[in-house]
């Protein structure tokens, strides 16, 4: 039988943890949709040095563990004189982890959206830069937004990594509990339910979105 003395003696710890998880998720969310955006805009961008640059972006950053670019952050650049705390080290490394695949995503809206577009823009008058803002970024942003809501339930997810460079989330405090407890299961258990928490209604919501979009195309 699970133990739950242990959630109700220890609740404001677990409490602690998940407040920052949620941090943590919304900070990376904003960065790696904003570095996304900026990305899937290099890799179409009618500049050959841009594409290159997007490109080697995606493929370098995707095909690496997360934990080596926490690391990175947490335990490399202070060899340089960059001190980061494990909180921002680890955000940092889930922006820029998660923002490869955002970048994908959006790059494939763009590409799905008719090519006249952009020609009328810019027969308006518009620049590129111009065109892309007003133009076809919102068109192609609304066309990917189910796969950018299960990329954000990822980094959801993939926040635990912050536990390991100690960066106060969830895992980091169950961590704790566990040390003063000496219990593994139980206290992972709740660990896990706190998650459930997060990631359940989130991915209500992106099945929403997805019925609701494709009724209104």
Avoid: C
């Avoid at 003395?5 to 949709?33: M, P, Q, R, V």
């Amino acid at each position: 039988m699970i133990d739950f003395s242990i959630l109700i003696d220890h609740f404001d710890t677990y409490l602690e943890g998940f407040k920052n998880t949620i941090l943590a998720s919304i900070i990376g969310l904003i960065g790696s949709f904003i570095i996304g955006v900026i990305i899937a805009v290099m890799r179409i961008a009618p500049i050959k040095p841009f594409n290159w640059i997007g490109t080697a972006y995606v493929e370098f950053i995707r095909n690496i563990p997360l934990l080596i670019i926490a690391f990175f952050f947490y335990v490399g650049l202070p060899a340089v004189g960059i001190q980061l705390n494990g909180f921002v080290a680890g955000t940092i490394a889930l922006a820029i982890y998660t923002a490869s695949f955002i970048a994908e995503a959006i790059r494939a809206g763009i590409l799905s959206v008719p090519k006249g577009q952009m020609e009328a823009a810019r027969s308006s008058g518009l620049t590129y830069l111009q065109a892309m803002k007003a133009v076809i970024l919102p068109q192609a942003i609304k066309i990917v937004i189910p796969p950018i809501g299960n990329q954000f339930i990822n980094l959801v997810k993939n926040s635990s990594i912050l536990g390991i460079i100690a960066g106060l989330d969830l895992m980091y405090f169950g961590d704790i509990v566990s040390s003063h407890t000496f219990v593994t299961f139980d206290v992972y258990i709740f660990v896990g339910l706190f998650y459930l928490v997060l990631t359940i209604p989130l991915s209500y919501g992106v099945r929403y979105l997805e019925r609701r979009l494709a009724r209104s195309y």
